[in-house]
C-alpha cells in the first residue's frame, strides 16, 4: 500500500492538458462526422459534413505537429516507482497514438489530393495538391482502415487511464483534468507499482 506523493498528484502543465484534450475532442469529432457524413444525402448536408470533417481533420493535423515538438517544451513526467516495462508500455503506447492523430489526417489529405481535388480548410485557406499524387482509392482505404486502428487505440488508452484511476488509485489520470478536479479528489491509496 502506497500513497501517491505530492509531486505525483502534480497536474501535468496547462499547455500539455489543453493540448492533449483539443486534440481529443476534435479527433472524436472528426471521426464522428467521418462515420455519418456519407450516409447524408447529396445536397442534404452531405458536403458541409465533409468540408467540416476535412477541415477539423487539418485542425488535428496542425495539432499533432504541435504535440511532436511538445516534449521540447514541457516532458511529460511520469509517477515515480512504476516498473520499467510499464514506463515503455505508455510511452509506446503514448508514441503509437500521437503517430497515428498525425498519420490519419495526411492519409485523407493523400485521398483528397489524388483524386485531383483541393481541400478547403473551413472554407478559407486552400489546400491544393504541391504535386501529382499516385495511389488513386487507396488512400481512401488506407485512411479507414487507420480510423479503426485509433478507434481500438483510444478505447485501450481510456481503459488504461481508468485501470490507473480505479485498480492502482495513482494520479495518473487527474494530473490531466483540469485543476478543480484535483481539488475534489483527495490521495487514494494505491498497492503494488
Ligand atoms: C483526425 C482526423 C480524422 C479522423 C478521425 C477521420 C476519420 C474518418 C472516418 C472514421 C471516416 C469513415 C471511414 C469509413 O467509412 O469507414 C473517414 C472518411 C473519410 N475521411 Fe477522414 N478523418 C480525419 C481526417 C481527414 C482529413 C484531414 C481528410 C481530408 C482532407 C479526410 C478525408 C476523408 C475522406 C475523403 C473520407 C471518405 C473515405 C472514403 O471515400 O472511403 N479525413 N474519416
Ligand atoms: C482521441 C482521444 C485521445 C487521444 C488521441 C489521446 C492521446 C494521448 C497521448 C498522445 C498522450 C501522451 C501525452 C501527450 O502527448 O499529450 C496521452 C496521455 C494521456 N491521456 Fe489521452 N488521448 C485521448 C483520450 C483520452 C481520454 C478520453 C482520457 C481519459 C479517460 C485520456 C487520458 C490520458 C491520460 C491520463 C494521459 C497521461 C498518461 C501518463 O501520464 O502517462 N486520454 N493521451
Known amino acids: 500500500m502506497r500513497i501517491p506523493t505530492q509531486a505525483e498528484r502534480q497536474p501535468h502543465p496547462l499547455g500539455v492538458r489543453a493540448l492533449h484534450w483539443s486534440i481529443a475532442g476534435l479527433v472524436t469529432l472528426a471521426w464522428l462526422v467521418g462515420i455519418t ?9 452531405r458536403e458541409q459534413a465533409m468540408s467540416l470533417h476535412y477541415s477539423l481533420g487539418i485542425v488535428v493535423f496542425v495539432l499533432a505537429v504541435l504535440r511532436l ?20 508500455a505508455a510511452q509506446a503506447a503514448h508514441w503509437a497514438l500521437a503517430a497515428i492523430t498525425l498519420g490519419l489526417p495526411i492519409t485523407g489529405l493523400l485521398d483528397r489530393w489524388a483524386r485531383g481535388r483541393p481541400v478547403s480548410v473551413f472554407g478559407g485557406v486552400l489546400l491544393p495538391a504541391p504535386m ?19 478507434a481500438a487505440m483510444v478505447a485501450l488508452h481510456i481503459a488504461a ?29 494505491r498497492t503494488g507499482t
Open 37 to 45: 457524413m456519407e450516409d447524408l444525402p447529396r445536397g442534404g448536408g
Open 69 to 88: 515538438v511538445r516534449p521540447l517544451l514541457w516532458p511529460l513526467a511520469h509517477p515515480t516507482g512504476q516498473s520499467l516495462w510499464r514506463v515503455w
Open 132 to 150: 501529382t499524387i499516385p495511389g488513386g482509392r487507396l488512400w481512401g482505404e488506407a485512411h479507414e482502415l487507420v480510423a479503426i486502428i485509433l
Open 161 to 189: 487511464a481508468l485501470w490507473h484511476h480505479l485498480a492502482l488509485g495513482d494520479g495518473t489520470l487527474v494530473r490531466m483534468l483540469p485543476q478543480r478536479s484535483l481539488k475534489h479528489s483527495p490521495p487514494r491509496p
